[in-house]
């Protein structure tokens, strides 16, 4: 079945550096690749999504690359402010098991230090 | 428009006791899945309802099992419950007809077995 893979674990940047997070999946039909951050007591928040049909996205201070023929995906945030500190985890969808079935990776804790 | 809202959000119960957990999805939502998410993991896909019936399921037992009302909420039940059991449930919700996998979470039902 499909697996996903994130690093780091943890990722510890001063404000206004960038951080860069990347995952690598196995299936290579997957087609959709969201990430999401999560705060304490609350549930993920979908910040950027790419769809295969396109090598990157941007909106604002994140982005995404995705690269199919590797089968990884990279989120990257510049400028990172101290409300950046979070959980993020990526995720890629697998073709079958459902259209709402997303594989998470393990997630990365983010600390932005003023 | 209403977000995904989750009721309990803690319970603690013993081994071997079933329970029940509750989603609203969110206005004009139409799609409900369900994540575990043990402590310091991505969540796990569970299950995911469309038009009442479960159509995908991932690596759970068929004591997790649910249902999705016709007004778009869902149950989550799970019986004889067992010690790893104890993590975060998410519910998710999605509109069938916006792009496959766009899904907004709720926060989320702590559960502990002890």
């Known amino acids: 079945g499909e697996n996903v893979e994130q690093h780091p674990s943890t990722l510890s940047v001063q404000e206004g550096d960038s951080a860069v997070i990347k995952c690598t999946y196995s299936d290579s039909a997957s087609n959709y690749f969201p990430w999401y951050k999560q705060e304490l007591g609350k549930g993920p928040q979908l910040i950027i999504d790419i769809r295969s049909n396109v090598g990157e996205k941007k909106d604002q201070r994140i982005a995404v690359t995705l690269n199919k023929t590797a089968k990884h995906f990279s989120l990257h945030i510049t400028e990172t402010q101290p409300e950046d500190s979070a959980v993020y985890f990526c995720a890629a969808s697998p073709p079958s098991g459902g259209y709402n079935k997303l594989i998470f990776g393990a997630g990365t804790r983010l600390a932005v230090h003023p | 428009e209403t977000g995904v809202t989750q009721s309990p959000t803690h319970l603690i119960k013993t081994r071997g006791q079933q329970v029940t957990l509750r989603c609203s999805s969110q206005s004009g939502h139409n799609t409900v899945s369900w994540y575990q998410q043990a402590l310091g993991q991505g969540p796990q896909f569970i299950f995911q309802y469309y038009r009442e019936e479960e159509n995908g399921r991932g690596n759970f037992p068929p004591r997790f099992s649910g249902l999705q009302f016709p007004n778009y909420s869902s149950e989550l039940n799970v019986n004889a419950l067992e010690l790893d059991d104890s993590a975060l449930y998410l519910c998710?919700?999605?509109?069938?007809?916006?792009?496959?996998?766009?899904?907004?979470f709720g926060a989320g039902s702590r559960l502990t077995v002890l």
């Open positions: 998710a919700s999605s509109w069938s007809g916006s792009g496959a996998n766009v899904l907004t």
